[in-house]
């Protein structure tokens, strides 16, 4: 896959501020078959941003400057793989057109529905938990990327461009804080980093990747189980395409 700096061509309105930086280069998530949704969407968001005091929400306003926004993207998109669920691949245009607004591959999007919602139901909703939409994203979650970006994450949570929209921008965020674990040909520890983020919020993201330099086997360097299966399935996802 030949990758490019290109600029985005933006037709759905432009989230504020996710233009990933130069660190992030070429990530990408080829998809394969995810048969369960677990919780996610980083559902200790509201209770860990409280907590921070300079680290995540630092990098997030310093990434980049508003302005010409460039992006980091394959030439040209490919398509979906087939083997994605089909509740997933009858969002493609939405999920392309996403991914493109904050320049992440489209297949890591879809791969992040594939784990949260396969079954593409734009009303799914985590019983008890109350996590929304494709994305499954908590209202403490929706509110706090609905302020950052400009996307109506809350009070369109089951509407599904919005929803992917709001999943991809929040990934991308959480990409940087972890891009020092990514590299050329194995960018599975900062998608795994990223997503265990995005399981369990933005708070755990610092031990996550203490844990991953001290040794510990990515799938098992998230601090929660249940996240742990969350990085698994979504490594599951990267892995089976081939990818490390």
């Known amino acids: ?17 996710a233009r ?3 660190t992030l280069g070429a990530m990408a998530v080829v998809g394969g078959i995810v048969g369960v949704s677990i919780l996610g969407g980083g559902e200790s968001w509201g209770q860990a941003e409280t907590t921070l005091t300079g680290g995540f929400a630092s990098a997030v306003q310093t990434a980049a400057a508003p302005g010409a926004a460039l992006r980091f993207a394959p030439t040209p998109p490919p398509p979906l793989p087939r083997t994605l669920p089909q509740g997933v691949l ?13 320049g992440l591959d489209p297949l890591a999007l879809a791969a992040l529905v594939s784990v949260e919602c396969p079954s593409g139901n734009a009303g799914c909703t985590s019983p008890g938990i109350g996590a929304m939409g494709l994305t499954q994203f908590m209202p403490g979650t929706a509110a706090a990327v609905a302020q950052r970006s400009g996307l109506p994450c809350l009070a369109q949570a089951y509407d599904p461009e919005t929803s992917l929209r709001c999943g991809a921008f929040h990934f991308v965020e959480l990409l940087r804080q972890c891009a020092d674990l990514w590299a050329p040909g194995l960018e599975g520890p900062a998608l795994a980093c990223a997503g265990s983020g995005y399981n369990a919020g933005p708070g755990t993201i610092g031990a996550f990747k203490a844990a991953i330099r001290s040794g510990v086997p990515v799938r098992e360097a998230a601090r929660y189980s249940e996240t742990q299966r969350w990085v698994t399935l979504f490594l599951d996802v990267w892995e089976g395409a081939g990818r490390h």
Do not use: C, G, H
């Open 90 to 102: 009858q969002y493609e245009p939405l999920i392309m057109e996403a991914a493109a607004s904050v």
């Open 1 to 17: 896959m030949n990758w490019t700096l290109n600029r985005s061509k933006r037709q759905l309105p432009a989230p504020r501020d």
């Open 20 to 22: 990933p930086t130069a």
